[in-house]
């Protein structure tokens, strides 16, 4: 899914001690759902209420330096109904892809113009379906383009393989498949020609399957996404901003903290949606009078995460 994403500051500063991003940009169809959690319709008053308590929670720049939007927020309320995001692949096992690139040229520059400074692109990879080596060269090939025509436009990528914790597999699956991924991923960037230094990456952690029976604690989840991380991202790539992929808020903490206890050649933080969203949501429920104590919530998340980009999250 394509989406555009205004930041607050360059870069560097989107890259700095103790700041992540918040990812709000759920597709209106997503952000029905989660509407709906709470017992809302999902109407464009209700969605901007929502995006609005989100982005006024003061302090909040404190310990987010960027955030990633929806084209409808981008545009406050137009969109062109064009069909992005992901869609099947035909040919594949069940598998998705993510189109979009036929126009992205011109929506980049539109969204430039309108003030994004970064794009997110995201697919997904399913490991219960293969995934197949077709499914996996199309997400990466996507990414690759993708990126090249952002950077082409003056907007900095980031490149974001999802892959899926769907599953019962083991954490040795998950970074056996995030291995084949991220090396095709980067074979495709340096083809297209893409700045390294110029992009950020939302890779999933590497974790076991959400259906597995065997969990692992966070200092596995660090010491399996680290490994991987050192395998395949060059120290060149500024940011690696985290997804949290359906990890409780404070696992999804925990997991960020147990990664930056040491020295990392790369800002290593998060760019989480849910684990910062969750408890804000619930506590808003759609009531005005919630809203100072929904933004509280977040606020609470938002600290966490920023001492665990530090490495000094104690719970
Ligand atoms: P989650 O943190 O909820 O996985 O969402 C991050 C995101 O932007 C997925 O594209």
Redesign the pocket.
Known sequence: MFQCFTSFYKLKTVASPGRGIL?M?ESNATCGKRLASIGLENTEANRQAYRTLLVTAPGLGQYISGA?LFEETLYQSTTDGKKMGLVPLAGSNDESWCQGLDGLASRTAAYYQQGARFAKW?TVVSIPNGPSALAVREAAWGLARYAAIAQDNGLVPIV?P?ILLDGDHGIDRTFEVAQKVWAEVFFYLAENNVMFEGILLKPSMVTPGAECKEKATPQQVAEYTLKLLHRRIPPAVPGIMF????QSEVEATLNLNAMNQGPNPWHVSF?????LQNTCLKTWGGRPENVKAAQDTLLTRAKANSLAQLGKYTG
């Open positions: 990812a940009d990633i995201r974001e999802e997804l949290s992929g359906g760019s989480y949606a849910r684990a």
